[in-house]
């Protein structure tokens, strides 16, 4: 599938259950980043399905038409919410397009999410997103900007930095986002913000000191506490000894029990639609 302005060219993957679907459908799990992350997710789900008797589901990921697991320039603009007049470019990296959440939003929900009901038995009101890095940063995005677009939404690691931490700071200003719905699942790698003294030695002063600036852990407990306190159904997690990159697996498995565990159970760390409670920073470690 190809972006309406000609610009970028996706690559869709599915992974359908076998067997009948239940009565209204399948649940569907969409994994941005697909390239990378799609073959994880598709066997955390299948696992679960088997052993746990958690609900199958479909899985798509919306990857690029490229050999690299991460489409950089791509994903730098499908992933990045706009902050200000078009054409938008990424402050760290100018040559980069960048602002582009909402146009992508409009080209999953009017061409691929259509395909993806056209192509398999999938319930409407059971769409999961999970998104890692830029990826969390557009899952966080779409939780606060499309409300009931997904039932479950996993922000894995996500770039809150992004353009002066902008989502952070819409988030606090009143009346910059809908009433938050849904169910929200904020995970990040310990060491993602303060590295290990053996990732110190490797990664060298100045890597370490952005790592430090980027304030990956802070700013991802800040959002799940700002969500909490306004009301929403929101959960954060922190692993540990876990890197920016390793925690994947982690936050997959995390993803697939927060949003498709039977609903008879409880997974821990996972909260129930209900009022904050009385303490907002509740989290969980692991």
Known sequence: MTSPDGLRHYRIMMAVPPGPPPPGGFPVVYVLDGNAFFGTMVDAVRLEAFMAHYSPAVVVGLG????????IAERNYDYTPPTGPAPEFD?????????????????????????VARRAAVDPTRRVLFGHSYGGLYAAYAY??????????????????????HVLETLAGPGQHPAPTGRLLVTVGENEQKPSPEEIAALGPRRVAM????????????????????GADATFTLFADETHPSVVPAAISRAVRFALAPAETHPEGVHRPGPPPANPSQETNR
């Open 144 to 165: 606060l900007q499309h409300p009931g677009l997904f039932r479950a939404v996993i922000a894995a690691s996500p770039s809150l930095w992004y353009h002066h931490f």
């Open 64 to 71: 690029y038409d490229t050999p690299s697991p991460i489409a």
């Open 211 to 230: 790592l430090e600036a980027l304030r990956q852990v802070d700013s991802a407990r800040r959002f799940t506490q700002t969500l909490r306190a306004q």
């Open 91 to 115: 402050e760290r990296n100018p040559e980069r397009r960048a602002g582009g959440a909402e146009e992508f939003t409009r080209f999953l929900t009017g061409a691929i999410m259509p395909e």
